[in-house]
């Protein structure tokens, strides 16, 4: 495994927290070179010193994905440091916890500026040299990306989006060499749905964590897109939870609509 990404420049947004922070230590720790993007620098400067503290190589960037200019400038900051980009993790995200006859239209636009636009905009800036090196786009997607979530209309229609968008981007590079992936975890122990945005588009509630069977670890999901990287895997749905939310959504929506309500009222 790590001979397969060794030297390899894989760039992560949202790279200095949560899920983002796990893929970093794991690429890098499978010999890869990892640009950590994120809107707090200083989180993303302290990664990096520390993965170059255990000989790794890394490098911090400040990036909006919400800003077209930010995705540019540092996406050709790898391409000049590094020579050109092997991998690409749309990582960044957000999310919002209201029902959508209580949320500001702000907030959902914001959701998916962040969610959506951020990794088009990304994607749009490394695509050229991620086909040069016949290399790997990859999605953070959630089981919200192929599965209703009340109470998260603007994150499930942001994750929707995703699928949506890079599955006719793969129908577009088959014949190119690159590849792309979608990764859709389940809940997972971090602060993304915890201080999810309310309704107003604040982060003043802190929400009871959510969880349907297990949590997933940050770091087992790193190591399953590390893997599907490899293999060049399509899609990567991650937990029983998630391949079953997959087929009930589809073979018996109503039923899968019932035990979201009943999830929902857990979190009250």
């Known amino acids: 495994m790590p001979s397969a990404m060794a030297g390899k420049s894989v760039v992560i947004t949202g790279a200095a927290s949560g899920i983002g922070r796990a893929l970093a230590e794991t690429f890098a720790a499978a010999g890869a070179r990892v640009a950590l993007l994120d809107v707090d620098l200083t989180g993303a400067d302290q990664l990096a010193m520390q993965l170059e503290a255990r000989g790794q190589r890394a490098m911090a960037l400040r990036c909006d994905v919400r800003d ?51 990794a088009v905009r990304c994607t749009a800036a490394a695509l050229d040299s991620i086909v040069a090196r016949r290399g790997v786009i990859v999605a953070i997607s959630s089981v919200a990306g192929f599965a209703p979530l009340l109470g998260r209309s603007g994150y499930a229609a942001s994750k929707h989006a995703l699928h949506g968008f890079f599955d006719s ?89 019932r035990v979201m309500r009943a999830t929902q009222r857990a979190e009250a």
């Open 169 to 257: 981007l793969r129908a577009e590079l088959h014949q190119s060499g690159a590849s792309v992936l979608l990764v859709c975890p389940s809940f997972t122990r971090t602060a993304i749905d915890k201080h999810a945005l309310d309704g107003a588009g604040t982060h003043t509630v802190a929400h009871k964590e959510s969880a349907v069977g297990k949590l997933l670890e940050p770091d087992d999901v790193a190591r399953a897109v590390l893997r599907a990287v490899v293999e060049r895997r399509r899609q990567l749905v991650l937990s029983p939870v998630g391949v079953a939310s997959y087929w009930l959504s589809r073979l018996l929506p109503s039923v899968y609509e």
């Open 68 to 118: 077209a200019d930010d995705c540019v400038n540092a996406i050709e900051t790898v391409k000049r440091r590094w020579g050109g980009v092997d991998v690409l993790i749309n990582n960044a995200g957000v999310a919002h916890r209201s029902p959508f006859a209580r949320t500001d239209l702000q907030v959902i636009e914001r959701v998916m500026d962040i969610n959506f636009h951020g």
